[in-house]
Nanobody, 128 residues
């Protein structure tokens, strides 16, 4: 069992930055791959980025590559999403998720069906 709580969302102007955090409780965090997904208004949920258990492998959606950075601190049971150069189209509710057996490469975890635990989400709004 892994409980996930996101924080760090808010309102920011285009070009600005935000850092999201996802705090996990449960003994299996360090074995889990972690992912960030988002759902914009009127849109389906989409993959943003994923990181494997050690942080040694990451994968990004093309729309955020070069602007967003995922990282994790297993000692703190926390995964982060640093978002730079934000655009209005990044406006969405951002969700973190945990996938068991996170030993594969980050790209394996780009599909939502790999995850069995989800947070409640945090709103990110980017104004133009």
């Amino acid at each position: 069992q892994v409980d996930l709580v996101e924080s760090g969302g808010g309102l920011v102007q285009a070009g600005g930055s935000l850092r999201l955090s996802c705090a996990a409780s449960g003994r299996s965090f360090s074995d889990s791959a972690m992912g960030w997904f988002r759902q914009g208004p009127g849109k389906e949920r989409e993959f943003v980025t994923a990181i494997n258990w050690s942080g040694g492998s990451t994968y990004y959606a093309g729309s955020v590559k070069g602007r967003f950075t995922i990282s994790r601190d297993n000692a703190k049971n926390t995964v982060y999403l640093q978002m730079n150069s934000l655009k209005p189209e990044d406006t969405a509710v951002y969700y973190c998720a945990a996938a068991p057996n996170g030993y594969l490469s980050g790209s394996y975890y780009r599909s939502s069906d790999k995850y069995n635990y989800w947070g409640q989400g945090t709103q990110v709004t980017v104004s133009s």
